[in-house]
């Protein structure tokens, strides 16, 4: 079958419906991944889906391919993509498929595929798997699989609330759930959890994404919601991705706060139980994340960008907590170490209901370096790697220091710079972070004047 290379991405499978991803994709998929599954040894694999327009539809072709091998769904129906990961905990089946374009456009969709292992299938494996579908090789079954529905919600909420109790401190808490999957459950679960005082934006799960694009990342979406927060004097602002994933928190003063300082925050507490812990940063992080995790007595490293790599970084190193930028944020602590939303709602919430501080008052005492927004460059999927490739060897021809372990971040007297290709789309990242607005600008023209020379 003739698919499109395109889709197949660092972490997971991912394109544009229907000129990239179809039924007849879904269909495919299904009956290659069940094939592998059954080679395995499997039976089962977990099915779940969030609110994009298609997923339904592709949910239906999908099941069709992996009941054709022989193999039953286990239907979570529509939910949170930390719900797949959940279900296999629980439920001790270990493949699984999550149908969700994460945050990308509405006109995308694709597959997060988890296999034998622990975590999610990336990288080569993916790569892998597409080559085994273009020959097509699928094996056939005269006894068809079935569906089998299992609602996970119960389940799930109660997992989480039952063993993360919040303090005395009544807290207004203002959450968006940016019209994505999170829109379902957030209600139940914030009641379940004991806040008495919530309010929720963008609650109605709507794959049109009406209100704002579904990337809290992206400060540019979430004006609204900061302004929001102000005007009823709100404690904490949380917001969700499309497949609530990823949790950006927002503080009194409706300031976003990334996943780096979401990470100085849960470090500082979590160091008192684990002095000495190894601790991993992504290459997107703040310097102030790196230079406190030195002051509190923790061991910082940088890593690459990319849940699939840092959760197989917890696994390897048997990591107590992680996280990333964006806002990806892992809990092997008293959790299953994968990225859930949810659970990291619970754990933050949990901190400032349990101290009379004001959330802009748990980052006390990092430095406050000026940062940019993260940029997207448009390039292509076949160009992108090798850009930032050349731009990596350009900087070091310059004399500057190069943490070349995703991309570049160059180093600088008084900032760094990051350029780095996305895996998730046909993009290159930058950014930049300095001791002075002045000096950031100037380090965000070298950068951009660099990519340039090699994209042209």
Not at 290 to 307: H, M, N, Q, T
Not at 406 to 431: E, F, H, M, Q
Request: proline residues 3%; aromatic residues 10%.
């Amino acid at each position: 079958m003739d698919i499109s290379k395109n889709i197949f991405r660092g972490y997971d499978i991912r394109g544009i419906v229907p000129e990239e991803i179809d039924e007849n994709v879904a269909l495919a998929i299904g009956k290659g991944f069940a094939t592998l599954m059954k080679r395995e040894g499997n039976s089962s694999i977990i099915v779940g889906r969030d609110a994009r327009l298609s997923g339904d539809s592709l949910f239906k072709a999908l099941c069709e391919g992996i009941n054709s091998i022989g193999m039953d769904v286990i239907d979570i129906g529509h939910c949170m993509t930390p719900m797949t990961y959940f279900a296999r905990e629980i439920l001790n089946i270990k493949p699984s498929i999550m149908i969700t374009a994460s945050h990308n456009p509405k006109e995308y969709n694709g597959f997060k595929m988890c296999g034998m292992g622990k975590d999610t299938i990336y990288g080569e494996e993916i790569q892998e798997f597409r080559r085994f579908l273009e020959k097509g090789e699928f094996d056939e079954s005269k006894e068809k699989g079935k569906v089998i529905e299992h609602n996970l919600r119960e389940e799930y909420i109660s997992y989480i609330v039952d063993r993360v109790k919040l303090g005395n401190r009544d807290l207004k808490v203002a959450v968006d759930c940016g019209s994505g999957a999170a829109g379902w459950f957030a209600r139940e679960f914030l009641e379940r959890l004991g806040v008495k005082n919530f309010l929720i934006e963008c609650e109605t799960p709507d794959g049109n994404f009406p209100i704002h694009h579904p990337d809290p990342s992206q400060e540019k979406h979430m004006l609204a919601f900061e302004e929001f927060i102000r005007e009823n004097k709100c404690d904490i602002g949380i917001a969700y991705d499309g497949d609530a994933d990823r949790i950006i928190c927002f503080d009194e003063n409706g300031r976003i706060n990334f996943g780096d300082e979401f990470m100085i925050i849960i470090w500082r507490d979590l160091i008192k139980k684990y002095p000495g812990a190894d601790a991993i940063l992504d290459v997107k992080c703040t310097q102030s994340l790196y230079e406190d995790l030195e002051r509190i007595g923790a061991k910082p490293r940088f890593v690459k960008v990319g849940s699939s790599l840092i959760k197989a970084d917890i696994r390897k190193n048997n990591l107590v907590f992680a996280g990333e930028y964006a806002g990806h944020i892992y809990f092997n602590d008293e959790y299953f170490g994968f990225d859930d939303s949810f659970y990291s709602t619970a754990r933050i919430l949990k901190i400032l209901s349990n101290t009379d501080k004001k959330y802009s008052e748990l980052l006390d005492g990092i430095t406050r370096y000026i940062g940019t927004p993260e940029k997207i460059v448009k390039v292509t999927d076949e160009t992108k790697f090798e850009i930032v490739e050349k731009c990596v060897n350009c900087f070091k021809e310059k004399g500057y220091k190069v943490i070349d372990i995703d991309g570049a971040r160059v180093i600088y007297d008084g900032g760094w710079g990051l350029v780095r290709a996305s895996n998730t789309g046909p993009n290159l990242t930058i950014k930049a972070e300095a001791v002075t607005e002045e000096k950031c600008t100037e380090i965000m023209s070298e950068i951009e004047e660099t990519i340039n020379q090699f994209s042209k």
